[in-house]
């Protein structure tokens, strides 16, 4: 009953924002589906608790119901109701992502924002994630996000600064540790995880690191000059923090797995069929790397590759090798 009553009263809200002119309290109940009186019994439960909910006009036909943004001026200028609630609730995303070198700005940021506000309104707001909750994926516990930190911070001042970059760093392709000389182009949030994009002159290409793999850095004073450019879509061809050719992908969902194989954009290239007899068929393309085999094979028997043979190929080897551990 409470999750119902703070939806409604959140509606309220944005509307009455959104609407320039004010809005009435039959205009309020029809787009709610409540009653004036219920309408009548918000509004004032919002005012308790703090928002500058006001009206204009003598009746109630008349009367329009309008929302002063000053609370929130003394923060930043034009600061809406919208962008506090969004700021309070995504501080949970942000900060369950292990090593994110900016968590600690981010926490100030919003202390302030919260300082800026009365009690009644930190209180309406605290009651957001009863209707809206985040759940992290996977990531490093708490200790390695302690070592991660420090790391984090001097690669985002690495990046900053064009300084280039020494890591000792544990390969997952070679299996085994390996030291690096990079320069450092860019810091990339993706998969709940934290990377750096970086060229690495000994190879003359870019290469992405996952920053919880980095053991030992250090940063020189010596500087760089950028003499490349990267696209602002850095994984854009692929199903996670890889780049590399695109092709065309066709795999083929059972049918027990087709309302979730419709129900789902995994990458915008995505073309999706339903045939007749209950299969689902997926076009993709993307780049033939680690995150597309692993999606397939996270689908176990329900999904079969179609193109192309040297994909097929790849998965079968997998399907075989699992079936047969060494």
Do not use: C
Not at 70 to 91: I, K, M, N, W
């Amino acid at each position: 009953m409470r999750n119902a009553e703070v939806i409604r009263q959140w509606k309220i809200l944005r509307a009455v924002e959104s609407a320039r002119a004010g809005i009435t309290i039959h205009q309020l109940a029809r787009e709610t589906n409540v009653t004036t009186r219920t309408i009548r019994r918000d509004l004032q439960a919002l005012q308790e608790a703090g928002f500058a909910i006001f009206d204009e006009g003598e009746e109630n036909e008349t009367k329009r119901w309008k929302l002063d943004t000053q609370p929130f001026r003394s923060v930043q200028e034009g600061l809406s109701v919208s962008d506090v609630a969004a700021l309070y609730l995504s501080r949970s995303i942000v900060e369950a992502l292990s090593g994110w070198p900016l968590v600690d700005e981010l926490g100030k940021a919003l202390a302030k924002i919260e300082r800026s506000l009365n009690p009644r309104i930190l209180e309406f707001l605290s009651t957001l994630p009863q209707v809206v909750s985040t759940k992290a994926g996977p990531r490093a516990g708490q200790t390695a996000t302690e070592r991660l930190a420090p790391i984090t911070r001097k690669l985002f001042d690495a990046v900053r600064d064009r300084r280039l970059v020494t890591m000792g760093y544990f390969s997952a392709r070679s299996n085994r540790a390996k030291n690096y000389t990079v320069e450092p182009y860019r810091i990339a949030l993706a998969n709940d995880g934290v990377y750096l994009v970086a060229f690495v002159p000994a190879y003359d290409e870019f290469r992405t690191f996952a920053v919880e793999r980095i053991q030992k850095l250090s940063v020189a004073d010596e500087t760089f000059r950028k003499t490349r450019e990267l696209p602002a879509d850095l994984f854009a061809t692929s199903m996670g923090v890889f780049w590399g050719e695109p092709e065309t992908v066709v795999i083929e969902f059972a049918a027990r797995l087709a309302p979730y194989a419709q129900g789902r954009l995994w990458h915008p290239s995505q073309e999706t069929d339903v045939l007749a007899d209950g299969r689902t068929k997926v076009t993709l393309h993307v780049s033939n790397d680690w995150a597309l085999r692993s999606w397939i094979l996270s689908f176990g028997s329900g999904v079969k590759v179609l193109a192309p043979k040297k994909l097929a190929d790849e998965i079968r080897k997998e399907h075989e090798a699992a079936l047969n551990p060494t």
